[in-house]
């Protein structure tokens, strides 16, 4: 009898501090959430100095090569768990291994958002926001749009995850300027931000855009837009850019559909960092992708930017991308050709190119991979940080190194390395805007 009533003693116990351990947790997760999503609404862009007096920003990591580090080892974690048939979807790509298994994405959309890796990882977008369903594609007043706008969505002053009840084409008549923790979801219907003005993000924190045609933007401007709830100002003319970060911090753009702007395809610009490119599909373009204002523009230096697993497709010629002074993680892209260069700079940008393929065309004149923009009795380039390991080059393609990247010292331990770029056709197949269906994996 006193064995047993010792017995049930126990148990109570064990249940009480199993409850006290459950409420604990929930209290202090709750509790770091609200600071977390508290302190970055209340985040500025402003820069600041460290102790050593190096420009530096505060969403700015303090190790980029930690970060491509963390980059390489989840592909390699994915890719083998690929191969030990962990997962039945698997493709090695981590960020798509993350969550297009769920056969109920539609329920798990905000899923999504623990999926970046690389400098934007930390995204979160609108995931602790309610959903905000897109019904209506006008846009007819850039200062008061209707609710059920798109425009009405993304201006909002609270965190939203915005989808659509419909496939649909959005003529935007000025430019869609987005509010902090936003998250534009086009999974399940088709939509396309076309033959109009297109996205901008300035100033702001916290963006996710995934699952959108982007393609045929014009410049707008020089007319009143509405930014906020509570603000709208003069905006002056845009360039037609298909996405346009500017000031911003903490951005992931990933599987959408890019081509045929009047400007760049996705321009970052003006001290942003923390961005994620990934998973996009571009074609029909000229000058695709800048990362950073002008030579003169330091600010720029605090710039951390990954482009992974993208496909630069076909009619594409510059500027995949073309960097300023920051640092850049280009992994595991599929290059197709290029009419001019695939990867350019100025200013002493950090280029770390890894895993990638780059195909180059038939033009005898154009196999080069690189390009410095410098004057041509200017040597200064030769000790830019600019390395190439384990990219796939074809065709009579080449990349030009240069700085510790050059030397064999300076290379990474093989252990470190990207996916091989022998399977860049399978991490990248899916690239540009997916096919999803309720019910079915994406």
Not at 117 to 145: C, E, H, K, L
């Amino acid at each position: 009898m006193a064995v047993s009533l010792r017995i049930i003693a126990l148990c109570a116990f064990l249940t009480a501090m199993m409850f006290a351990g459950a409420f604990a947790v929930r209290s202090e997760s709750t509790g770091d959430e609200s600071t977390h999503v508290k302190s970055l609404r209340n985040s500025t862009m402003a820069d600041r100095l460290d102790e050593s007096g190096e420009l530096k920003h505060e969403h700015a990591v303090d190790d980029p090569e930690a970060i491509a580090a963390m980059v390489e080892s989840n592909i390699r974690n994915s890719t083998e768990r690929r191969k030990l048939g962990f997962l039945s979807c698997g493709t090695g790509n981590p960020i798509d291994d993350c969550w297009r298994c769920d056969r109920n994405w539609i329920r798990n959309r905000k899923r999504l958002a623990d999926c970046a890796i690389g400098f934007g990882r930390n995204a979160v977008g609108g995931r602790d926001g309610r959903y905000y369903v897109v019904t209506d594609p006008s846009d007819d007043d850039a200062v008061n749009p209707r609710p059920g706008t798109l425009r009405h969505a993304v201006i909002q002053d609270r965190p939203l995850w915005i989808v659509f009840k419909r496939d649909m084409v959005i003529t935007l008549k000025q430019e869609l300027i987005m509010n902090s923790f936003k998250t534009i979801d086009g999974r399940g219907a088709n939509v396309h931000i076309a033959n109009g003005a297109c996205i901008t993000i300035q100033y702001v924190t916290n963006v996710i855009v995934h699952g959108l045609h982007i393609h045929d933007c014009k410049p707008t401007g020089n007319a009143m837009v509405r930014s906020s709830p509570s603000h709208y100002g003069w905006r002056t003319m845009a360039d037609g850019d298909g996405i346009s970060i500017f000031g911003a911090s903490h951005i992931w753009i990933d599987h959408n559909s890019l081509s045929s702007c009047s400007d760049g395809l996705i321009d970052a610009i003006m001290g942003s960092t923390a961005i994620t490119i990934s998973n996009n599909y571009f074609t029909q373009h000229n000058e695709v992708m800048l990362l950073g204002h002008s030579d003169s523009n330091t600010r720029d230096k605090v710039m951390q930017v990954t482009v992974a697993y993208n496909h630069f497709g076909e009619g594409l010629t510059q500027r995949m991308p073309r960097c300023r002074h920051g640092y850049f993680h280009v992994v595991n892209n599929d290059y197709t050709s290029w009419e001019m260069y695939a990867i350019g700079g100025s200013a002493n940008p950090t280029i770390n190119s890894q895993g990638n393929r780059f195909l180059a065309s038939n033009n005898q004149f154009t196999k080069e991979v690189t390009k410095r923009i410098v004057d041509s009795d200017d040597n200064t380039w030769k000790d830019w940080n600019w390395r190439s390991e384990g990219d796939l080059l074809l065709n009579g393609a080449y990349f030009t190194p240069s700085g510790g990247g050059a030397s064999a010292s300076y290379a990474r331990a093989s252990s470190l390395a990207a996916k091989p770029s022998s399977l860049v056709s399978t991490l990248t197949s899916d690239a540009g805007v997916l096919n999803c269906r309720k019910g079915v994996q994406c």
